[in-house]
């Protein structure tokens, strides 16, 4: 008697059958949290119902979801937020999410998708929030942080308007930021620090 084809199955990366997926929330109020994820579909957003409940001002109530699928592949989508999702600063409607990656949600969350529970990962050292700025770029950074507007900024460093809008340019491109709230709250955690 003949047998039919033997079906194989995809493999599954041995990595992600033994280590849980989760998601750090690296900024944001519920900041220095590990969230666990435990279902093939884990809503993001305000509503008591979601998986990672998160009530920062900015996020929808179902914002995004993450959707597990088959050999390991996750994907975030965006459910129409007021405010966008992005991807490791991309905004995104669907895309493909690996471990490390940041998410955004509006100007203030950022979490940190991964594998394994905080016992199976190393401590990441501390980041400075405003990594990579220059002197006069963490200046103007500054000043925002206190409210001034952008003529009020210029008066203060001598500088005009224009000059500040371009460095706030600049600043929110190395940030990968949005908004000048997103700024203030980036100011803010250095400060707090």
């Known amino acids: 008697m003949a047998e039919g084809p033997t079906k194989i199955k995809p493999r599954v990366p041995q990595r992600r059958r033994s280590k849980a997926p989760h998601v750090e929330v690296l900024a944001g109020l519920r900041r220095g949290e590990t969230i666990a994820l435990d279902a093939a579909e884990c809503i993001i957003g305000r509503s008591s119902k979601a998986a990672v409940r998160l009530e920062d001002d900015g996020v929808s109530r179902q914002h995004a979801k993450l959707l597990f699928g088959e050999a390991g592949i996750v994907n975030l989508v965006d459910l129409g937020s007021t405010n966008g999702t992005f991807l490791n600063g991309s905004p995104i409607d669907v895309a493909l999410?690996?471990?490390?990656?940041?998410?955004?949600?509006?100007?203030?969350?950022?979490?940190?998708?991964?594998?394994?529970?905080?016992?199976?990962?190393q401590a990441a050292p501390a980041v400075d929030p405003l990594q990579g700025l220059s002197k006069r770029e963490r200046e103007v950074a500054a000043l925002v942080g206190e409210g001034l507007t952008n003529a009020q900024i210029g008066e203060r460093l001598h500088i005009s308007p224009y000059t500040v809008m371009t460095h706030l340019s600049n600043i929110y491109g190395k940030l990968e930021i949005p908004s000048r709230a997103a700024l203030a709250k980036r100011v803010s955690d250095a400060r707090s620090r």
Do not use: K, M, N
Request: aromatic share 8%; charged share 30%; glycine share 16%.
């Open 97 to 121: 999410v690996r471990e490390g990656d940041r998410i955004e949600l509006g100007p203030d969350v950022v979490l940190r998708f991964g594998y394994g529970t905080p016992a199976q990962r």
